[in-house]
């Protein structure tokens, strides 16, 4: 299969994405690497051997590209991935999409009328297999009204303040939510959507930074029912970046990756519901994909085979309607 060409915009985590998710890609080869930052762009471009620019209009101007992986910090995104879409260039980016959602729903509109394809890696564009299956358990056992949920994810992180968006409050609120949670909220969002208010309690454990390290959020969605997401840097377990979750609904109840596993290439799933009169348990173990990008899938979309799964942009709107809230309760508090 031939590679597209993709430039890399954004060199600081776009360095992880380069080496752990680029380098030797099947579908795409770096072209080229962009970053506002002279020095990033010229180191990366010199170890990968290929042209670096500043100024990624440039970069659109000098190189026949078919995507970018556009991994700078989330404000403004909205407006970069135009910029790429007016060029005719598909984008793979990664979370959190927006930090407005009037600016993701802007962008994920001009995308569809101009047929170009923006992925994100979180939430994912296609359905993971766990979250086809657990929306298959819904439906097959009826489960009824979604009630409640409650998700975790964590890390061990001890952080120095650097002066970088993390150490600010206003772009990075209730920042282990923001920064991990976010990973559940976006899962979660393709069950639970409208959101109609939210609470958040936070606290700095360990962390130098000005933001916190150590954070919960409770979100009262508009249909009544209620989900905490918990997020920490703080818990060396080793068990880090699962998350973890138990779902309640009407009639049944299903439990994610609840207890430690040392196997991460799956993750368990149980279902405790009443169906048909009869108690109901499943315990099985789905397996999980080793990239956090769907290169595959965003390679299909870009040749036309975009999978019928895909999710919608509402889900991915309303994903960042929560940090809105998010952000507008942890300044009133
Ligand atoms: N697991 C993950 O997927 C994961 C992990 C960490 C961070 N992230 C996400 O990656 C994004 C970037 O995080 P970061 O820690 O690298 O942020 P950062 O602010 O440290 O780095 C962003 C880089 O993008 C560059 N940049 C910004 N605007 C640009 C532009 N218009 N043109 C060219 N370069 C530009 C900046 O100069 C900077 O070097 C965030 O959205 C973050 O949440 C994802």
């Known amino acids: ?56 209009e440039r970069l659109f101007s000098e190189r026949d590209i078919k995507a970018v992986a556009l991994i700078t910090g989330p404000k403004g995104r909205g407006a970069l991935i135009r910029k790429c879409i007016e060029r005719g260039i598909h984008v793979m980016t990664t979370k959190p999409f927006e930090l407005l959602a009037s600016e993701a729903e802007k962008t994920l509109s001009f995308a569809e009328e101009k047929g170009i394809q923006v992925f994100a890696n979180s939430p994912r564009m296609v359905p993971t297999g766990e979250m086809r299956r657990i929306r298959e358990m819904i439906r097959d056992y009826d489960l009824g009204r979604p009630v409640a949920y409650y998700g975790s994810t964590w890390c061990s992180y001890r952080e120095k303040p650097d002066g970088t968006w993390y150490d600010d409050p206003s772009l990075c609120p209730v920042a282990p939510v923001f920064r991990l949670g976010i990973y559940l909220i976006n899962d979660l969002s393709q069950i639970f959507c409208g959101v109609d208010g939210v609470s958040v309690s936070e606290s700095r454990i360990f962390t130098g930074r000005p933001t916190a390290d150590n954070a919960s959020l409770t979100i009262r969605h508009k249909d009544g ?95 960042i309607r929560i940090l809105e809230k998010m952000k507008e309760c942890a300044q009133i508090r």
């Open 1 to 56: 299969m031939t590679k597209y060409k993709i430039a890399v915009i954004g060199l600081s985590f776009g360095g992880w994405v380069i080496e752990n998710e680029l380098k030797g890609n099947e579908y795409f080869e770096i072209d080229s690497v962009c970053d506002l930052n002279a020095e990033k762009a010229r180191s990366w471009g010199e170890k990968l051997g290929v042209p670096y620019y500043t100024d990624m």
């Open 225 to 319: 029912s209620i989900g905490t997401i918990f997020a920490s840097f703080c818990i060396d377990d080793l068990d880090y970046y699962k998350c973890s979750y138990i779902l309640h609904f009407e009639r049944g109840s299903i439990y994610k990756g609840v207890l430690p596993d040392e196997r991460r290439d799956e993750v368990s799933l149980q279902l405790s519901c009443k169906y048909k009169g009869e108690h109901v348990m499943l315990d099985e173990r789905i397996p999980v994909s080793e990239s956090g990008y769907q290169w595959k899938e965003f390679r299909d979309a870009i040749d036309g085979h975009r999978s019928p799964n895909c999710i919608g942009s509402e889900t991915i709107v309303s994903a």
